[in-house]
């Protein structure tokens, strides 16, 4: 997902130009880019965000995410990630698909509980 040459950065807080590809209104934030600019470290440094949030993604894609990406990539700050939990931002996003699957012929048998236990 990223790559050393499309990484975050003070610049580009979400690794793209601003505020990115929403569901939101045209040329508004979605919430993500809410927290990077509302929350930010100091005035004009944004926290830098590494968006791991994936529309209709479930608890099972989310440990894909954890384990695959964020770990493999990012975990041991690489030189174009040098991030510190005081400026920067990791989102990722699970919810409604999980609970649609449960009324579903075959329901998800995962759940938050194993994804907390599978990246532990």
């Known amino acids: 997902m990223f790559k050393e040459h499309n990484y975050p950065s003070e610049e ?16 508004q934030p979605n919430w993500v880019g809410y927290l990077a600019t509302e ?15 994936v529309g209709g993604q479930t608890v099972e894609g989310v440990a894909s995410q954890i384990k695959d990406q964020f770990m ?3 975990a041991d700050r690489p030189e174009w990630a040098q ?10 996003w699970v919810g409604i698909n999980d609970c649609a699957y449960v009324f579903s ?16």
Request: charge should be negative.
């Open 12 to 27: 580009h807080p979400l690794g793209i130009a601003y505020p990115g590809v929403t569901y939101a209104e045209p040329d």
């Open 83 to 92: 991030w510190s939990s005081s400026d920067t931002l990791f989102a990722t």
């Open 39 to 53: 929350f930010s470290p100091a005035p004009g440094h944004p926290l830098v965000v590494f968006d791991y949030a």
């Open 72 to 74: 493999d990539h990012i």
């Open 105 to 120: 012929h075959n329901p998800k048998s995962w759940s938050c509980s194993d994804l907390c236990n599978q990246t532990a």
